[in-house]
């Protein structure tokens, strides 16, 4: 049997990279084959903080798998156009996951654990103690930022009491204090003075069937939403390029403050009332403020889902 590689989805976040990280440790002390982790893109600044705060290296970056090696190993995904180009063309053995399961099959059996949690990683702490297997401290503190960045730090409806206990036995284990250390990870996603509009549309972004409708979701975080609003102008230039090119019918940009947590919605595409009509509200300038709402796979995407169907 070829070598196995691990990876989370396309423009991965933190939990994507730490989740593969942490599974991979995982498979490769249970199984005789080599497990990798790999990426399906570079790290964001805030995955890259926290790589470098427990001296982890990022998992290399990958466009195919087949050249690789026949099998693999996903996490934090299963949605076939959030993950690897040639994913139709290799052997998945398993899968852990905590979102929807959409646009997936595969012709043989395998290992799939999904559950209603706010992190991958949670799951993923679940499977070290089920197995007996010593977290090594780095590896505990990545699924420790993993935690924090998707449930931003407890705050997100996502999070359940499951992901907050994980969080604090995983700190106990990264001899860290998950408080203190997860606002200063948080923040270091934020700074986006110096970072383009295609950047910052493809930093965090999944892409969506929706009725007969392509939907792109983007996600931004911020401490100061004007900062981001100020371009709005590059911003839509660049959503209204990548629709033309990508074949998106809408492109929806949540900007999120991390410290209030609420976002505001910058839509470029049509149909824009299924937008309205999705979160009750009418988008101006083609903005909408949306209090309380900082989670993507919670609070937007299943409502849009339901206003395209």
Known sequence: ???ILVFGHQNPDTDAIGAAIAFAHLQDTLREETVEAVALGTPSEETQYALDYFGLKAPRV???????????MLVDHNEFQQSVNDIADVNILAVVDHHRIANFETANPLYYRAEPVGCTSTIVLKLYKEAGVEIPKAIA?????AIISDTLLFKSPTCT?????AAK??????ETDYEK?????LKAGTNLSD???SFLLDLDAKSFPMGDKNIRIGQVNTVDLDEVFNRQAELEAAMTEENEKNGYDLFVLIV?????SDSELLVVGEPKEKVEAAFDTKLENNRALLKGVVSRKKQVVPQLTEAFS
Request: glycine share 4%; no cysteine; proline share 2%.
């Open 161 to 165: 009491p499951e992901d907050i206990a």
């Open 256 to 260: 999120t403050n991390i410290l209030d």
């Open 62 to 72: 990958i466009t195919n798998a087949k050249e690789d090696t026949e099998n693999v």
């Open 181 to 185: 250390y997860g606002l200063d990870m």
């Open 169 to 174: 036995e995983l700190a106990e284990l990264a």
């Open 141 to 145: 503190g990545m699924m420790l930022s």
């Open 195 to 197: 970072k383009t509009a």
């Open 1 to 3: 049997m070829s070598k």
